[in-house]
T-cell receptor, first 109, second 116 residues
Framework: EDQVTQSPEALRLQEGESSSLNCSYT??????LFWYRQDPGKGPEFLFT???AGEEKEKERLKATLTKKESFLHITAPKPEDSATYLC??????????FGQGTRLTINP | EAGVAQSPRYKIIEKRQSVAFWCNPI?????LYWYQQILGQGPKLLIQ????????DSQLPKDRFSAERLKGVDSTLKIQPAKLEDSAVYLC??????????????FGAGSRLTVL
C-alpha cells in the first residue's frame, strides 16, 4: 500500500533554532516528492518538488532533500512566520498525490 | 493569476441532511481534484477529474458522495445524507503538469463542513 509518513507530528522551536522534518515514503511509481505549507484556515501552498535521489532545492530558510526512501525539510534559523503545518506528498504515475499527516511547526520568538 | 475559488467557506448541517460544495479551478488547468482533510490529518483524495472525465474515484464513498465537472471547468461535490464522520475541510485543487510529468497542485482555501 502506498504510504507517506511524517515525523515528528509536532515540533516547537525557538527563533533561530535550526531543525529538520522527516518524510518517509513507499509510493509505487513515484513521479515526484512534494512539500507543501499549510497555514490555519487555508489550503496547502506548494513549496518544492523533488524528482530523484540526491536532489536538493532551497527557498529562503528552507531546503528540501531526497533519498531513495526519505525526504527531509531542513529549516535554518527559523522565524515565527515559518510557523505552519508542513505536508509531504508522493506523486504516483497516475498524477495522484498521497499525503502524509503533516508536521505542525511552531517557532517561538 | 486568479487562484482556485471555493464556496461556501463554512457550512454547518445536521446529520442526514445534504450539502453541496462548488469549485472553480484556475483557468486552463485540465485536472481537478477534491480532497477531504479531517482535523489533524493530511488531505485524502476523493475524486480526480481530467477535463470532464473521472480519472480516480476509488476513495469516494459513492453511497453518499457524488461529484461532477460540467464542461470541464467548474465542479460540485455533494454529500447526501451527511454523517458525523463527514465533518472535515473539503479542498479543491487544480493542476498543470511539469516537464517531468509530475503535477503541481494549486489548492483553494477549502470548505469547512461541520455535521451535528
Amino acid at each position: 500500500e502506498d504510504q507517506v509518513t511524517q515525523s515528528p507530528e509536532a515540533l516547537r522551536l525557538q527563533e533561530g533554532e535550526s531543525s529538520s522534518l522527516n518524510c518517509s515514503y513507499t509510493v509505487s511509481g513515484l513521479r515526484g516528492l512534494f512539500w507543501y505549507r499549510q497555514d490555519p484556515g487555508k489550503g496547502p501552498e506548494f513549496l518544492f518538488t523533488l524528482y530523484s535521489a540526491g536532489e536538493e532545492k532551497e527557498k529562503e530558510r528552507l531546503k528540501a532533500t531526497l533519498t531513495k526512501k526519505e525526504s527531509f525539510l531542513h529549516i535554518t534559523a527559523p522565524k515565527p512566520e515559518d510557523s505552519a503545518t508542513y505536508l509531504c506528498a508522493g506523486s504516483q504515475g497516475a498524477q495522484k498525490l498521497v499525503f502524509g499527516q503533516g508536521t505542525r511547526l511552531t517557532i517561538n520568538p | 493569476e486568479a487562484g482556485v475559488a471555493q464556496s461556501p467557506r463554512y457550512k454547518i448541517i445536521e446529520k442526514r441532511q445534504s450539502v453541496a460544495f462548488w469549485c472553480n479551478p484556475i483557468s486552463g488547468h485540465a485536472t481537478l481534484y477534491w480532497y477531504q482533510q479531517i482535523l489533524g490529518q493530511g488531505p485524502k483524495l476523493l475524486i480526480q477529474f481530467q477535463n470532464n472525465g473521472v480519472v480516480d474515484d476509488s476513495q469516494l464513498p459513492k453511497d453518499r458522495f457524488s461529484a461532477e465537472r460540467l464542461k470541464g471547468v467548474d465542479s460540485t461535490l455533494k454529500i447526501q445524507p451527511a454523517k458525523l464522520e463527514d465533518s472535515a475541510v473539503y479542498l479543491c485543487a487544480s493542476s498543470f503538469r511539469t516537464v517531468s510529468g509530475a503535477n503541481v497542485l494549486t489548492f483553494g482555501a477549502g470548505s469547512r463542513l461541520t455535521v451535528l
